[in-house]
């Protein structure tokens, strides 16, 4: 069954500091895998597609990464600032275009 | 150019009632897709249009119904609405089929309530 885990689930960190989301994924075929965020009350927005060549995407303070063997991906957000927090959707698309979503990791940065 | 809208933003409803939630896409894209959001499920998928066709639909009851017009806007209908129907409901729209590298821009979401 393909499914889309994310870790941790929630996250409480100091403004300023840096953190890494996890998200293992077993989609398989794979098409590619997107990072979203979106904030409370509002949609999903896209921060990130990478598809199964590319290991690193950068956003601004948001990088992913991408291990397409071990089939994890992670999002590390630098120097995070108030307006990080909200939740952080992994994504993954079959070449079908089945997409599988994870469960968000909620995401609060701290003054 | 104008992002996804929809349309109601907040919904109250009773049990047994049925609803219907608009949805105007991106100026140009075709494909328009439908979520169901809840605290516990996170994101699950209900079905994609395009071009006025249903080209794919997740695991939903029949109660869940869809449709797409020729200026690609979309409606959702749900009827006999349950307590465990209350939900975000998103929609995301894109140029082509989703499955693609195309990316996905979601609406801000229709909140529905179900008392």
């Known amino acids: 069954k393909n499914q889309v885990e994310q870790s941790p689930q929630s996250l409480i960190i100091l403004e300023g500091k840096n953190c890494t989301l996890q998200?293992?994924?077993?989609?398989?075929?794979?098409?590619?895998l997107r990072w979203y965020k979106q904030d409370t009350g509002r949609g999903p927005v896209s921060l990130t597609i990478?598809?199964?060549?590319?290991n690193t995407k950068s956003n601004g303070r948001y990088t992913a990464t991408l291990d397409a063997d071990t089939k994890q991906s992670s999002l590390h957000i630098t120097a995070s600032q108030l307006s990080d927090s909200a939740s952080y959707i992994c994504?993954?698309?079959?070449?079908?275009?089945?997409?599988?979503f994870g469960k968000g990791t909620m995401l609060l940065v701290s003054p | 150019k104008a992002g996804v809208t929809q349309t109601p933003r907040y919904l109250i409803k009773t049990r047994g009632q049925q609803v219907t939630l608009s949805c105007s896409p991106i100026?140009?894209?075709?494909?328009v897709s439908w979520y169901q959001q809840t605290p516990g499920q996170g994101l699950q998928f209900l079905f994609e249009?395009?071009?006025?066709?249903?080209?794919n639909k997740g695991n939903f009851p029949g109660r869940f119904s869809g449709r797409q017009f020729s200026n690609s806007r979309s409606e959702m209908n749900v009827s006999t609405l349950e307590l465990g129907d209350s939900a975000l409901y998103l929609c995301?729209?894109?140029?082509?089929?989703?499955?693609?590298?195309?990316?996905?821009?979601f609406g801000p979401g229709t909140r529905l309530t179900v008392l």
């Open positions: 995301a729209s894109s140029l082509a089929s989703r499955g693609n590298y195309n990316e996905q821009f």
């Open positions: 998200c293992n994924y077993t989609v398989s075929p794979f098409s590619n």
């Open positions: 990478m598809t199964f060549s590319e």
């Open positions: 994504v993954v698309s079959s070449p079908r275009g089945t997409l599988t």
């Open positions: 100026s140009g894209h075709r494909s």
């Open positions: 249009y395009f071009s006025e066709t249903q080209r």
